[in-house]
């Protein structure tokens, strides 16, 4: 029997800004309902390989390799792919969103400050299916914000991002992103600005959103113990290149690079000698 083909196969990625290399050759591979996490320290190149996937980087950005991405579009067999760096904008529009979404880290500015949140999460799913407008677009909306358990969410349908808490536009961005059920969520950094117990319900709701639905899911963090929380492999990253590769179990109990070592050493637990300094990642 034939090995299934990934979902997302990224091959020999390069990423420039000008003479600096953000991204040195890096190649992974994502398979359908799989969870992969990226952890690394900030400036490793995590966000940029999100951002190149969509399409997002900009004109100062220098893309090479091959995003190699199996489209709804493409053959039944999953053997057929298309070159995500090679597709039109307009193509590339199709796929955000409806094939592939994106949580944006920072949810205290994801959001638009002067739209109700009822807007911005009808809006997203108008963008992707403009024959459903106006009443139809509501009630979706307000049904993806329960699915969240944003409270009283036909109520609050009219409230702005500055009415909710940090875990709540969490929620919310969340929603916005599976508005469509995307077959590959990606997660750039969604607990970074959030307390110890909101970053666990926000967790456990992604965990179970993704087990609900199916669906693969990138989590980027520089965390490795909450990414080791989601994804069941890993990948880490150091100034552009990945260096270790594996099962989240293995990387969190017997890493093989010291850059992986040394981030777990960084990592403080309740056994951690308060009277000395944390270990320096290196």
């Known amino acids: 029997m034939a090995l299934m083909a990934p979902l997302l196969d990224v091959r020999d990625l390069h990423i420039r800004f000008g003479a600096a290399e953000a991204v040195r050759g890096i190649s992974l591979q994502l398979d359908e309902g799989e969870v992969l996490g990226i952890v690394g320290e900030s400036g490793s190149g995590k966000s940029a390989t999100a951002l190149a996937i969509l399409g997002l980087l900009g004109p100062s950005a220098s893309v090479t390799g091959q995003i190699l991405w199996h489209s709804a579009n493409s053959a039944p067999a999953r053997t057929s792919y298309i070159n995500l760096l090679q ?3 307009s193509a590339l529009r199709h796929i955000r969103g409806r094939e ?3 949580i944006f880290q920072e949810p205290m500015t994801a959001l638009n400050p002067v739209m109700t949140i009822g807007h911005q999460v009808a809006e997203s799913y108008e963008a992707h299916a403009p024959s459903f407008t106006g009443r139809e677009a509501r009630r979706r909306a307000i049904a993806a914000l329960e699915a969240v358990s944003i409270p009283d969410a036909a109520q609050r349908y009219g ?4 009415q909710f808490s940090g875990g ?3 929620r919310i961005l969340i929603a916005m992103a599976l508005m469509h059920r ?11 600005a959030l307390d110890v117990t909101v970053q666990a319900q926000v967790l456990e709701l992604l965990r179970d959103l993704q087990r609900q ?3 693969a899911m990138l989590f980027i963090s520089h965390d490795l113990a909450v990414v080791g929380q989601v994804a ?3 990948a880490v990253m150091r100034s552009g290149e990945i260096v270790e590769t594996g099962p ?4 969190l109990t017997a890493p093989e690079h010291p850059y992986t070592r040394s981030l777990l050493a960084a990592v403080p637990t309740l056994a951690t000698d308060r009277s000395k300094p944390l270990a320096m990642v290196g």
């Open 87 to 89: 597709q039109p904008a």
């Open 100 to 102: 592939i979404a994106m």
């Open 159 to 162: 409230d702005y991002p500055h």
């Open 168 to 170: 709540q536009r969490q």
């Open 182 to 192: 995307p077959r590959l969520l990606i997660a750039d950094e969604p607990t970074t």
């Open 213 to 215: 639905h199916g669906l």
């Open 232 to 234: 069941s492999r890993v």
């Open 248 to 251: 989240s179990q293995r990387i």
